[in-house]
């Protein structure tokens, strides 16, 4: 869990401090260095948005990332990277997302990866998720809980499928009220952060095999009704070229990928 240099994966900028601020400030105490790979604006693309919101795209874009460097500076993580690209789309630029994790991991010198569990809540946690799944064999991982829907109901800080090997940190008074204030930061984001729980944090082990079967049943699984981006199947070769890199097609076929039938191979 603990690491000298530790690289989060951050698919919107807030999910650093949903799901891991208080082992984040733990990690500092001990004197890790974290540093922070952004993969998503954290907006949504600007067709999806409202008419009239369309028109302020940029100025939306840049007031969550003034927010992320201020939790960033707070929580002292060296930003290492922020994508353009928006939220949602993460699965569909798994290959250049790949890339970046590789040109990260080497920029940061990191010895551990921490990311968000695969739970089935937000299609770009997933996607993260596999990124770092992907990379287990070369550098440790971690996965942190957010939020999930298991049981028919919001579920935070918890995994859907707790099942041995969960560190589940109780956050002090004085933790619970630093998330708190850090979660505060994000004012964008205050009608989305209201379920944010901060009497607990879940962090275990990321597994290999984390994708051959979906985090809870389907009707519960925001990812596994969104799917992912059409792609040619093309050779099953554990080295491909970046650019022949096959995508997954759907949300059955992610969770089969750590199984063989998807490069594993990180492309540079």
């Known amino acids: 869990m603990m690491a000298g240099r530790i690289l989060i994966l951050i698919p919107h900028p807030d999910d650093e401090v949903v799901g891991c601020a208080a082992v984040a400030t733990r990690a500092r105490r001990e004197g890790a260095r974290l ?20 028109a302020r795209y940029a100025a939306l874009v840049a007031r969550r990332r003034a927010e992320a460097w201020l939790a960033a ?8 990277h922020f994508s353009e690209r928006p939220s949602r789309r993460l699965k569909d630029h ?22 968000p569990a695969w739970e089935g ?43 041995g090997g969960e560190t589940v940190l109780q956050l002090s008074p004085k933790e619970a009220a630093e998330k ?24 275990r082990p990321c597994p290999r095999t984390t994708m051959r079967e979906p985090p809870i049943p389907a009707r519960s699984s925001a990812s596994a009704s969104i799917g992912f981006p059409s792609a ?5 070769s554990s080295r491909l070229a970046p650019s022949k890199l ?8 992610i969770w089969a990928m750590m199984s063989g039938a998807w490069p594993r191979e990180t492309p540079s």
């Open 94 to 115: 798994l290959t250049e997302a790949a890339a970046e994790l590789n040109r990260a991991l080497a920029q940061s010198a990191a010895e551990l990866v921490w990311a």
């Open 121 to 163: 809540a937000h299609q770009d946690h997933d996607a993260a998720n596999f990124l770092a799944a992907r990379v287990v064999g070369k550098t440790p991982a971690w996965e942190f809980a957010e939020y999930n829907y298991a049981g028919g109901r919001v579920r935070s800080q918890r995994f859907p499928d707790e099942r």
């Open 35 to 54: 540093f922070g790979l952004y993969l998503t604006t954290g907006i949504a693309p600007r067709e999806a948005l409202w008419p009239w919101q369309r």
């Open 180 to 203: 708190r204030a850090l979660l505060a930061l994000y004012r964008s984001e205050r009608g989305n952060l209201r379920h944010i729980l901060s009497e607990v944090e879940s962090i």
């Open 232 to 236: 040619t199947r093309g050779s099953t």
């Open 246 to 253: 096959p995508l997954p097609r759907s949300a059955a076929e």
């Open 73 to 80: 500076e707070r929580l002292g993580i060296e930003a290492v």
